[in-house]
Every structure is written in structure tokens, then in C-alpha cells.
């Protein structure tokens, strides 16, 4: 029975597929080098049998320009092959990248168990070693043409000896590649693992302050002690194993180059071969090791390539959570509804923020606040209706639920770059920045900094406070004036005073008489919640209470004691 093709093999052969011009072009340069290389010690040998033996000066600078011409080639065939094959393989890990990247980033969001730290070294570790394969190709190809070159002139010197290479090379070539699914599978899991460590890191590294706030830094640091503990050992446990093949193909490479030398060696004493042809012979054998070790570790190559190819696999053909949509809501100013939606802790939940409204959100429970939002942004796995703007928010076009319906997660992330290149990720200028900055409190953050909006922003703001963050992510989301904008807790790092200014700031730029936009806030803030037209409490995952802040924070105790404070 044939043994199933892997995920990867597609991505292999597209590889290969994709980049023939190139990588044929330097395989068949790779294959005369190498050719070249094995005509080195038989020249040799003709040179000391014709030349040096008979006292021919004629024919010892005959044979040394010959010599010379195949060095020119080598040098040619070599600066030229090696060009095109690292262009192949350059574009090919570009192309790689920029697939992946496409897929984890599609707006129809990727259907994927990996981790963010696990996928990012998909698309960058993972992406280099399949395109590897495209390096791998020509090194085999020219080691077979040198050790067929060189197996040649052994059997015109001596049948014996050429019979030696001819049989033995595919007999150690047969047992090595026993090894290769273990090789494999080792390397998948080293992946996998550093995978984990590297999403587990990223993680811990961006949630540091609050860590060490609630005193959890300890604990964090031994979780990830743990897991990098498991990357080590399957890190240690791929290295023994291709080490250990690393060293047995090196041994039987080096005993068969060996035997053919001490082979030669008996036979130019008994007087069967010249002394020309025992220099060819030893220097072939002595040529001969480096070929035989890149055969030697043929299984080993593939093996990584396979493994790296079959994880690059699971994202580029991984599922879209949601389908192609097609629906399109007329006008901008769009009506949110949903209705006897059930997903997770939620049940039965009915809500509507109609065009122009401005609607607090407050959840007794964490969960119901982080499922909401989860849903809104990606709509899926659940029961009941959500419509925007009439139509079935999963059916409405990604690219346009986009622009009409934006929803600005708790945790956000902020790019290595500038205030002003993560505020205004197009290019905006103007007063519409200004408007969004003043709105969100955000010019403060500005102010603080002599370069202003210039301010550098390192990886994932780091170098910003939480409040500072929160005010760069809020204007950002406020600059985007989409019809409708979901908050989710915007305003949990921030002061009290600035808390006010903001709710007041997202009321005149959002609902002012020239606008008409749609608000939702997620929150538990006063403030927020008091700028609101409504409030919508829910409650075991429904609606328990409706009406403005005012009102529910007189007559609703559970409202009063979440909201208070």
C-alpha cells in the first residue's frame, strides 16, 4: 500500500513549480561544477601518466591548460549558479511569507488552533525551511553527477573499484533514509514546541506591568520555565537524532571513500594501475567524501523540508471562520440588531442601537462583556440573528462589515513607530486628527513628548503607560469614523478626570447634530456610562435592565454596586 502524501508535498512541489526558470538554470550550473570537479584528479593523473612519467614538456602544458580552462569553468559555473539558485530561494521564503501572512490576516478570519506566538514562527522559521528544499535539489543533483563521474573513471581504471561505488552508494543511501520519519517527526514537534514558548513569551512580555501589579511575575515566569523546558528537550531530542545520523552517514561516507583508497593503493603495488591512475584514484576517493556526505544526509534535508512544508500546510489550507459574504447594506448609517442570540455564556440576547445612538453596555459577568465583543467582530458559532443594516452580519462583505462596523477589543495592540503612525495608520492629517486626539485625550500623550506626535512607540507600546496606550488605540479607532463603533472597556487605565473628558470627547465628535454615528461602550465607568443615550445591563448572559445611567443607578441596586464606585 503507497504511503499517503503529507499536507506539505503540495507546498514542496509548488516550490519547485514555481521557481523551474531559476532553480533548473542552477542545478544544471551546480551539476557541471561538480562534474568539473571530478574531472580535477583524473586530469591529474593523466598529467603525471603523459607529461611528468615521459619527460613531454609539450604535453605537461598541453594538460595544464587544460587544467586550467577546467578551473575557469568551475569559478564561472559557480558564481553564476550559486546567483540564481539564492534569488530562487530568497523569492521563494518571500513568497511564503507574504501567503501566510495574507491567510493569518484574512478579514474572514483564520480557522486555526495555533497560538500568535505559534504562527509567527510558521511564517518566518518554518517558511525558510521549506524553501530550503530549493537549495537541497541542486546539492543532491550535483553530488549524483560527481560520484557518476567519478564511479565511471573507477571502472575504466578498475571494475572492481567502479563496482564498489556503484553498489555501496545506494546500499548506505537505502539504510539512512530509514531514518528519515524519525527525523521528521522530531523536527515537527521541535517546532511546535517553540511555537508555544514563543506565544507563551510573547504573551508574558506584554502583560509584565499588570503582573507584577497583582504580584504574579513568580508564578509567570515558572509557567514559562515549564514550557520552555519542553522546547529544550524536543529541541535536544531533534539535535541527538540528526546528530547521531550526522555521524553514522559521516562513518560509512568516510569507511567507503577509505576502502576505495586502500583498494587502490594494493592494487598499484601488485602493478594493475599506474601511478597516474592511483593519483586519480586517490584523489577521486578523497573528492569523493563530500558528495557521499551530502547523499548521506539527503534524509535528513527532506525530512526538515517535509516537516516545515506540512506546518506551512495547516495554515495556507486552514478554513475561514466565516463565509464569503456578498451582502451590502445601503447608506452609512446603519442599524445594529440582535436578536435571541445565543453563543457561549450569552442566551437570548436581544439588543439594538439604532443610527445615531449612543448605547452603554454594562455585564454583570466578565465572560458575557468578552463574548459580545468576540462575536461582534467575528460572528460565528452562534444561534439566533444579527443584522447590519437589514442584512446578516456573517453574510455582509467582510471588507464592508468593516468599514461600517468597527469593534476595539480591550486588549489592543499598538506598532513599533510613531504616535502618529499608529494613530493614523492612512496617512491622516488635519482636523480630523486633531479631532480624534482631543476626543480621546490623546494630544496629552502627545504633549508629554518634545518630538509630539513623532514620539517613537516601541513594540507593542511598551514604552507607553496602560492610560497612555489606551488613548493612542481609542483615537485610532475614533479617526476610522466608521458608522458604527463597538468600545470595550476604553477607558479601565486612565483617571478619573480624564476618564469625563473622554466620555464627553466621544460624545460631541460622534453624536453631534453633523454626524449621526452609531456608539456601543462596553463598560462599567460612570462617566462613559452617563454620556450614554441608554444603558443596556445584562445579566446571565440577557438583557435584565434597560434605561438611562440616572435611572438605573436609582432604582437598580445590582446596577448601582457593579457601576458606583
Request: aromatic content about 4%; charged content about 20%; hydrophobic content about 45%.
Amino acid at each position: 500500500m503507497s504511503r499517503k502524501a503529507s499536507p506539505g508535498t503540495a507546498i514542496l512541489r509548488r516550490a519547485v513549480a514555481r521557481n523551474g526558470k531559476r532553480l533548473w538554470t542552477g542545478t544544471a550550473l551546480a551539476g557541471v561544477y561538480q562534474g568539473c570537479a571530478a574531472l580535477v584528479p583524473i586530469l591529474i593523473g593523466v598529467i603525471v601518466d603523459r607529461a611528468v612519467g615521459t619527460g613531454d614538456v609539450l604535453a605537461l602544458l598541453i594538460w595544464i591548460t587544460v587544467l586550467a580552462l577546467v578551473y575557469l569553468v568551475l569559478v564561472v559555473t559557480y558564481r553564476f549558479g550559486a546567483r540564481q539558485l539564492q534569488r530562487a530561494i530568497a523569492e521563494e521564503g518571500h513568497l511564503l511569507r507574504v501567503e501566510l501572512a495574507a491567510k493569518i490576516l484574512h478579514p474572514r478570519g483564520l480557522r486555526t488552533d495555533r497560538a500568535a506566538g505559534d504562527l509567527l514562527t510558521v511564517s518566518t522559521s518554518d517558511a525558510d525551511l521549506t524553501s530550503y528544499l530549493l537549495d537541497h535539489i541542486p546539492r543532491i543533483t550535483s553530488a549524483l553527477v560527481a560520484v557518476t563521474v567519478s564511479a565511471v573513471t573507477l571502472l575504466v581504471i578498475s571494475a572492481p573499484l567502479g563496482l564498489a561505488v556503484l553498489i555501496a552508494t545506494p546500499l548506505v543511501l537505502a539504510v539512512l533514509n530509514l531514518t528519515a520519519p524519525v527525523i521528521a517527526r522530531r523536527v515537527r514537534d521541535q517546532q511546535d514546541q517553540a511555537g508555544r514558548a514563543t506565544s507563551l513569551a510573547t504573551d508574558l512580555v506584554t502583560g509584565l506591568r499588570p503582573l507584577r501589579g497583582i504580584g504574579a511575575q513568580d508564578a509567570a515566569a515558572e509557567r514559562y520555565r515549564v514550557v520552555s523546558r519542553q522546547s529544550l528537550d524536543a529541541t535536544l531530542r531533534a539535535s541527538r537524532t540528526q546528530n547521531a545520523y550526522l555521524s553514522a552517514s559521516t562513518t560509512l561516507s568516510t569507511l567507503l571513500a577509505g576502502g576505495i583508497a586502500i583498494a587502490a593503493g594494493w592494487s598499484a603495488l601488485t602493478g594493475r594501475i599506474t601511478v597516474g591512475q592511483f593519483i586519480t584514484v586517490i584523489g577521486s576517493a578523497q573528492f569523493l567524501i563530500e558528495p557521499f556526505g551530502v547523499l548521506a544526509v539527503v534524509p535528513s534535508w527532506t525530512a526538515a523540508a517535509r516537516a516545515a512544508a506540512d506546518r506551512v500546510a495547516s495554515v495556507t489550507q486552514a478554513g475561514l471562520i466565516l463565509p464569503d459574504g456578498a451582502a451590502a447594506p445601503s447608506g452609512t448609517r446603519c442599524e445594529l440588531h440582535l436578536t435571541d442570540v445565543t453563543h457561549g455564556p450569552l442566551s437570548g440576547l436581544d439588543l439594538r442601537v439604532r443610527p445615531g445612538e449612543f448605547v452603554g453596555v454594562v455585564a454583570h459577568r466578565p465572560v458575557d462583556a468578552e463574548a459580545l465583543v468576540r462575536l461582534l467582530a467575528v460572528p460565528d458559532g452562534y444561534d439566533g440573528d444579527i443584522l447590519l443594516g437589514g442584512e446578516r452580519l456573517d453574510a455582509v462583505d467582510r471588507s464592508r462589515a468593516r468599514r461600517l462596523l468597527h469593534v476595539e477589543p480591550h486588549q489592543t495592540d499598538l506598532f513599533t513607530g510613531t504616535l502618529a503612525s499608529n494613530i493614523g495608520i492612512h496617512g491622516e492629517a488635519g482636523d480630523q486628527l486633531a479631532a480624534a486626539l482631543r476626543a480621546a485625550a490623546a494630544d496629552e500623550v502627545a504633549r508629554l513628548h518634545p518630538e509630539g506626535l513623532d514620539a517613537p512607540v516601541t513594540e507593542r507600546g511598551t514604552n507607553l503607560s496602560g492610560g497612555q496606550r489606551q488613548r493612542v488605540a481609542l483615537a485610532r479607532a475614533l479617526l476610522a469614523r466608521p458608522p458604527l463603533l463597538v468600545l470595550h472597556d476604553p477607558t479601565t487605565a486612565v483617571d478619573a478626570v480624564t476618564e469625563n473628558a473622554i466620555a464627553d470627547g466621544i460624545r460631541a465628535l460622534r453624536h453631534g447634530p453633523d454626524t449621526g454615528f452609531g456608539t456601543v461602550v462596553i463598560t462599567s465607568s460612570p462617566a462613559l456610562l452617563a454620556a450614554a443615550d441608554r444603558v443596556v445591563v445584562i445579566g446571565d448572559g440577557t438583557v435584565t435592565a434597560e434605561g438611562t445611567h440616572a435611572q438605573l443607578a436609582a432604582d437598580d441596586d445590582t446596577y448601582r454596586r457593579t457601576v458606583l464606585r
